[in-house]
């Protein structure tokens, strides 16, 4: 009998992860959406905060159900991942990052070491970051990862090249300016497709191959935050050039904008709205409208914070952001909260409190 019981202990621990989780996603949808815009900014920020101190796993498959194998063999979650998502959500509450990897292995420590370094904080590790990423990139640009050293992924410029610009200037350091040039450049030569100007997953730079689907929704949106995020640490010529790229990038987005000012994860295919990259596109639209005093794009932020509204569940939490991609053309089927949508929501919802 101690074995029939401890057996059913052991189900139910297992399966108990898979249908609570599903079931409170399911509870959360239950009359989701916002009218007060100030009363949804508020609960944005309590829900960040709560994520921030939980700081809940990200998980790195669709499986909803029997999910233990995974948990068990170290497939369900990657720290690389946790760190820098729970690091753009401390950037949209507290303005700062947490400690970072300065290796230059990964440039997932760039956004903290750029927040470091505008609060005064860490100095000596983020120029010992700028120093490896420099050293690693020589002449050339640098990859996502060292497992994947010919492969540049739309993601990791807005990752490098606002804090490669800052330093640059910071220091009088060419070396980091030219490299962060040498990023956007390249992909913008090699990764956009020449039709719809729409960046791709990625490239390998052996072949010039573009790599992933063309217009990935959270990819364009990195891709267009590394131009507007990048001007806003830069001054004189730079700036004006990335002021130009981002207005490029911006009219480019939203001819793939969808009726409710949201954008979704496949631009060119998908009609159903993604909050990752709305959010984020969003954010990027009130940067460049703000910076180039542009009336159109600071509208299409302002319906990007309705559509997003609409996205949020009653506690805050906003929810219908794709699932981590596992891979170069490997994408998630899952809608969920995430907090990088979070994160970029919660900065939109501030930078609009007026509007």
Same mark, same amino acid.
């Given at each position: 009998m101690k074995y029939i019981l401890f057996a059913a202990i052991v189900i139910a621990v297992f399966f108990g992860f898979d249908i609570g989780s599903t079931f409170l996603r399911w509870l959360g949808r239950i009359h989701m959406g916002w009218k007060d815009r100030n009363a949804w900014r508020e609960a944005v920020e309590k829900s960040a905060r709560k994520q921030k101190a939980w700081s809940?796993?990200?998980?790195?498959?669709?499986?909803?159900?029997f999910t233990w194998p995974e948990r068990i063999g170290g497939r369900w979650r990657s720290e690389r991942v946790q760190?820098? *998502? !729970?690091?753009?959500?401390?950037?949209?509450?507290? =303005?700062?990052?947490?400690?970072?990897?300065?290796?230059?292995?990964?440039?997932?420590?760039?956004?903290?070491?750029?927040?470091?370094?505008?609060q005064g904080q860490y100095e000596e590790a983020a120029a010992k970051l700028a120093e490896n990423l420099l050293a690693k990139a020589g002449e050339g640009t640098?990859?996502?990862?060292?497992?994947?050293?010919?492969?540049?992924?739309?993601?990791?410029? *807005? !990752?490098?090249?606002?804090?490669?610009?800052?330093? =640059?200037?910071?220091?009088r350091d060419l070396r980091a300016t030219d490299l962060a040039l040498r990023q956007l450049e390249e992909f913008n030569r090699l990764g956009t497709e020449l039709r719809t100007g729409l960046p791709f997953h990625a490239l390998d730079t052996r072949n010039a191959a573009p790599l992933g689907i063309c217009g990935w929704g959270r990819g364009a949106a990195f891709w267009f935050l590394a131009f507007a995020e990048s001007a806003v640490v830069t001054t004189g010529d730079t700036r004006e050039a990335l002021l130009i790229k981002a207005q490029e990038a911006a009219e480019i987005l939203l001819r793939y904008r969808l009726p409710d000012g949201a954008w979704?994860?496949?631009?060119?295919?998908?009609t159903r709205p993604e909050s990752s990259a709305t959010a984020m596109i969003g954010y990027g639209m009130w940067l460049t409208g703000a910076l180039c005093e542009i009336p159109e794009y600071m509208q299409a932020a302002v319906q990007a914070r309705s559509a997003l509204m609409a996205m949020t569940r009653k506690d805050g939490t906003v929810d219908f952001a794709q699932g981590d991609t596992r891979g170069i053309g490997v994408y998630s089927n899952l809608r969920r909260e995430l907090p990088l949508a979070q994160a970029y929501a919660l900065r939109l919802a501030n930078a609009l409190v007026h509007l």
């Open positions: 809940g796993t990200i998980p790195l498959t669709d499986q909803t159900r760190a820098w *998502q !729970m690091n753009a959500l401390n950037i949209a509450l507290e =303005g700062k990052a947490r400690e970072f990897d300065d290796s230059g292995n990964s440039p997932e420590a760039c956004p903290a070491a750029l927040y470091a370094l505008l640098l990859p996502y990862t060292p497992a994947l050293p010919d492969v540049r992924f739309a993601d990791s410029l *807005q !990752m490098l090249c606002p804090f490669l610009f800052y330093y =640059g200037e910071r220091m979704s994860a496949a631009l060119l295919t998908d």
